[in-house]
Nanobody
């Protein structure tokens, strides 16, 4: 199973980014999916997660209200839209998949991980 995250880049504060996670090798359309991020010198932290059907989501308080996670089960992709970006959003963003249909906010529950995409927000 491979997860490929893309869509990162350099953006000014207040801007938006749309991160995409494509899966290959085996369908993960029945698995919970999540986005995490890791800033330099810090631990990896939860950002957003979605269940297998896309009907239930959860967000970290730091991005709640300005982020949306969604998925296309046919295309095997998961999208994270982040608006009103702040310098503190600067990090490497990773997509990941759980081993089952429900979602978790705990990184330890995730089995498959992508390589990450860098997001840098300038003030």
């Amino acid at each position: 199973v491979q997860l490929q995250a893309s869509g990162g880049g350099l953006v000014q504060a207040g801007g938006s980014l749309r991160l995409s996670c494509a899966t290959s090798g085996r369908t993960l359309s029945n698995n919970g999916m999540g986005w995490f991020r890791q800033a330099a010198g810090k631990e990896r932290e939860f950002v957003a997660t979605i269940n297998w059907s896309g009907t239930t989501t959860s967000y970290a308080d730091s991005v709640k209200g300005r982020s949306t996670i969604s998925r296309d089960r046919v295309k095997n992709t998961v999208i994270l839209q982040v608006n009103d970006l702040k310098p503190e959003d600067t990090a490497v963003y990773y997509c990941a998949s759980t081993g089952g249909s429900i979602f978790y906010t705990d990184t330890r529950r995730y089995v498959y991980w992508g390589q990450g995409t860098q997001v840098t927000v300038s003030s």
